[in-house]
C-alpha cells in the first residue's frame, strides 16, 4: 500500500477483479449513466446488434471532422439516434438533444 493507493481509493468497479482495465466502452456506459445521448431514453444493452435500439457510440465531433476517439469525444447513443445525428457540426447535434429532451419532458408533463 503505496501512499498515493491509500488517498485515492480506486474508484468502484474501476478495475476488474483481474486485474484488467475495463474498455472505453464500458467507461461510457458508467459515465452516460446507462442513457442515451440524444434521447435520453433507457439503453437497452441487450437489444441485437443492428436493431433500432442497439447500443452505439456517437463521436460529437464526427470522425470525418477531425474528432478524436476519446471518451471526451464519444456517447452513448441508440443506433436509431445515431442515425438521426449523422455526420452533423457538433453545435447542431447539441440542438437537437435539447429539441428532443424538452419534447421528452412535455410528454411526461401530459400524461
Ligand atoms: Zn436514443
Known sequence: MGFWSRLVPAKKGFRRPNGQLPSNRELI???DGRRCWLCG?????????????????EHLVSRSRGGKDVM??????????NVLLGNRRK?????????MQAARREAWRGR
Not at 431514453?41 to 457510440?57: Q, V
Not at 469525444?73 to 441508440?78: F, P, S, W
Not at 453545435?91 to 429539441?99: A, L, N, V
Open 29 to 31: 456506459r458508467e459515465r
Open 41 to 57: 431514453d433507457r439503453m437497452h444493452f441487450n437489444a441485437p446488434a443492428n436493431s433500432d435500439l442497439s447500443p452505439t457510440e
Open 72 to 81: 471526451a469525444n464519444t456517447v452513448l447513443c441508440h443506433r436509431k439516434c
Open 91 to 99: 453545435s447542431e447535434k447539441e440542438k437537437m438533444r435539447r429539441q
